[in-house]
């Protein structure tokens, strides 16, 4: 079977160990490493390979005895093999990014590339885009000639851009090195980063219409090739999607939305229990903190104060994954939700005719209910990924 690990830094969200499952059946353990325990992790025989993350990726080449062409010509590692006492290194990055931009038909022969970062999957980024024909190849980073001071000044014809680094990623999400809007010829935008599902640059693009891809693919693909080296043995392309199905399946998060007395909370707290998720009501949580009702709040500090707790709450809950959350009727009436849900869910309308909505004491009057349903049916649908049809038992 064998027995292989992820070398790196921050492992805790990873995604890596599912994936892997998903491929083949040997062992696979998340490995937090310091800089200090990274030789002494090479070499522990206990383990036929590695893969290696960030900060790693160019730092283990050192310890490499034989090095794949890949991975010299990216100059970045990220799977290791033990072969006969020694270790050979591979990146099977190339092949993830590719597959990524082919995936989501993103096309640079020809463009203006710009690429966010200068690490370890900078370096192989570039190298895709290079045997791609790119046109032109721009690297920013922090301190370099170009940077993110001077990059709208510097870079602004830039018509694929791609971002490299960690800015945006899990748990620090709602973060983007670039404003999209300063780039006028951007046809495409890609982020190896997939946790969150979307990131607030892949969100920025989407809200200009702009072809984009956020990471899973790249990840899925990646790994594939590397459980390809751990098993020595070929598994097929086609299986490439179904792990992304799969894992997307398990992580997204499922927010409903829809009128009050539409069944979201009933709904929600059934399906948590058919997939075994934990389940969450916006209203609940906020009444919690506040340790007031929803009415008393508004009554006492205005529903604008209401609306600011709202987003705040869907801020946190959101960045969790595989949840299942009821929000609040009113959750649409602001525009900045939409982005925090969608950035690590689908959103489901939770769709009811009028009169059979559940009515208790708290709820609107019915002139006032129709009066809330013609103004945010729209708002319901447009935000909506799938509706549930709740006007029968279910």
Request: charged residues 30%; aromatic residues 10%.
């Amino acid at each position: 079977m064998g027995k292989f690990g992820l070398i790196g830094k921050g492992l805790e969200y990873s995604y890596s160990v599912p994936i892997h499952q998903m491929f083949g059946n040997y062992t696979y353990e998340l490995l937090e490493t310091s800089e200090e325990e990274l030789e002494s992790r090479l070499r522990d025989h206990d383990y036929d390979g590695f893969n290696v993350t960030l900060p790693y990726k160019q730092k283990v080449i050192d310890y490499c005895d034989e090095i794949s062409p890949e991975a010299l010509a990216t100059g970045s590692v990220n799977t290791i093999i033990r072969e006969f006492g020694k270790l050979k290194g591979y990146n099977t990055d190339y092949f993830g990014f590719c597959y990524l931009l082919d995936r989501n038909e993103i096309d640079v022969t020809g463009k203006k590339c710009l690429i966010l970062g200068s690490g370890g999957v900078s370096h192989t980024v570039r190298q895709v885009l290079k045997d791609r024909k790119a046109a032109d190849i721009a690297i920013a980073s922090r301190t370099g000639g170009l940077n993110y001071d001077n990059i709208y000044e510097k870079a602004k014809d830039a018509e694929i851009i791609i971002n490299t680094t960690p800015v945006g990623m899990y748990p620090d999400n709602g973060r983007s090195l670039i404003d999209i809007r300063e780039f006028p010829h951007c046809c495409g935008a890609v982020d190896v980063i997939y946790n969150p599902d979307k990131t607030w640059f892949i969100l920025d693009a989407m809200s200009h219409d702009i072809p984009c891809a956020g990471g899973i693919s790249m990840l899925v693909a990646e790994i594939k090739q590397a459980s390809e080296l751990f098993q020595q043995k070929e598994i097929s392309d086609d299986d490439i999607d179904t792990a992304i199905y799969e894992i997307r399946s398990q992580k997204l998060n499922y927010i409903l939305i829809g009128m009050p007395g539409a069944g979201k909370t009933y709904l929600g707290g059934q399906m948590a229990k058919a997939r075994n998720r934990d389940f969450y009501d916006l209203d609940t949580c906020i009444e919690k903190n506040e340790g007031m009702s929803r009415r008393k709040i508004i009554k006492e500090k205005g529903e604008d104060y209401f609306r600011n707790k709202e987003t705040e709450c869907l801020r946190r809950l959101c960045k969790k994954n595989g949840i299942i959350i009821a929000a609040g009727s009113g959750i649409v009436t602001r525009k900045a939700n939409y982005s925090l849900m969608k950035q690590n869910g689908r959103i489901i309308w939770i769709k009811r005719d009028l009169d059979k909505f559940e009515i208790d004491d708290y709820s609107p009057e019915p002139e006032e209910l129709k009066k809330l349903y013609d103004e945010r049916a729209d708002l319901y649908d447009s935000w909506s990924d799938y509706f549930i049809d709740n006007n029968q038992e279910l």
